[in-house]
């Protein structure tokens, strides 16, 4: 990946437009999967639909639990959904039917899109604000992802939504985030990198926003995980809350990071999962 040069118009010190004073960022460029949208409740829908479709039965929340918090991509043994799906339920129901449950379940997570609480709100405060938003993901279904903005009030939004068949590379290469500040240099608006705030949940949003030199805000869920390691190359932020995406913006969020951060409760913190049932 080729640096940008640093006689290059983004890294200027001044904008075209008037800044709203005392934001410290006046772009914030969101991922979409897992940090607009809540993978948690869109995994439950879609283990749910694909049970009674496939099945015949209710998975119930024991099971929801277990899908949850079970070793992800991110953890030193990983299962993929298939995997995962095939360790359940192959020796009840047999071939077919697991191909039947894993199609139909990967076809409610393609469309099934539930935000994170408080992210729309968020997100309309900071328009609100003065901020510039955008949405950089690396999925290919932009109409789906622009339906679901509509249904969250963030129909605003549909046109500032940038995949990798528009900026002709994925993330974490720098073409990403470089083809959204032309496209707002095209539109009059000149936003400095120091400006620049990228907000995601996986290591390649963090590294994009490395690799191009702006600030990052790694979003996290706990998934029952009391502590969460901080990996290479670290963001800037680490947050649990879209609300303190409003302090970020204002300049008012204080944080020390260390190897490792201790996330706010997850959707399901085991204390309140009860007895198990038989």
Known sequence: MQPIERNHPMYAETSKTPERKGLKYNLLIFDFHGTMTDHQLRAIRAYHHAGHEAFGTHLGKEFYQKALTRPSRNSGEPVTNKEFIEDEFLQQVGDQKVNDFFERFNGYMNTTYIPIPNVPQVIRTLIKDGVNISILTNGSNREVIQEALQRWNLEDLSESLYN????????????????????????????????????????DDIRTADNFKIDSALMVRANGQETIRIRSPKPTYVITDPKDLLKIVRGDFKQELGDTFTPKPSLWPRENWGEAKK
């Open 164 to 203: 990798s068949h528009i900026t002709g590379v994925k993330k974490p290469h720098t073409r990403t985030v470089e083809y959204i500040l032309e496209d707002y240099e095209k539109q009059g608006i000149s936003i400095p990198l120091k400006k620049t705030l990228m907000v995601g949940d996986y290591i």
